[in-house]
C-alpha cells in the first residue's frame, strides 16, 4: 500500500473544505500545514459571518464572497513558521500580498493556475510572482 504524501493530503484537505462554498462560478479551498505537517487553518470562499451564503454577482472579482486563503490565515492557530499553504486555485494579487504579510508560510502549493486578466494585460505581476518575488517557494500540483 503506498501511503499519500503530506502534499497529497494537504491538496485533498482543501478540496474537501472547497465543497463547502456556495459559490456557483468557482468553489476555492485552502489548508494551512505547520513544518509538522499538521493543519493549523483551513477556509473557503464564502461571505462574512451572518450575511446571506451567495453570490452578489456574477461579474469577475464582485461575488462579495472573502478569499479561501484569507479564511484560512484568519482562523490558522499558527505554530512558529515554516507553514505551507495548499490551495484549490493559485492565489490572486491581494492574497498574495497578504499571505506574504501573514509572515508564517514559506511554501504554496496550488493545483489550477489563475490570472486576473486585467493585471496581466497591464504587465503587472500575478500572485505566484509575487510570492515568488517575496521568497515564498511557489509549486503548482502535478
Known sequence: ???????DLGLATARLWATRSADPKVQ????I??????????????RAAGEPNERESLAHGASGFI??????????????????LYVTHE???VCARLIVNSRRVSR???????????????GLPGGAEIL??????????L
Open 108 to 122: 504554496v502549493v496550488f493545483a489550477a493556475p489563475y490570472q486576473e486578466e486585467a493585471r496581466v494585460s497591464a
Open 132 to 141: 515568488q518575488t517575496a521568497g515564498i517557494l511557489v509549486q503548482e500540483a
Open 67 to 84: 478569499h479561501a486563503e484569507v479564511n484560512a490565515l484568519l482562523a490558522a492557530n499558527w505554530n512558529g513558521e515554516g507553514h505551507t
Open 33 to 46: 500545514l505547520d513544518r509538522h505537517n499538521r493543519v493549523v487553518g483551513v477556509g473557503y470562499n464564502g
Open 28 to 31: 476555492v479551498g485552502a489548508c
Open 91 to 93: 492565489p490572486c494579487s
Open 1 to 7: 500500500m503506498t501511503r499519500p504524501s503530506f502534499d
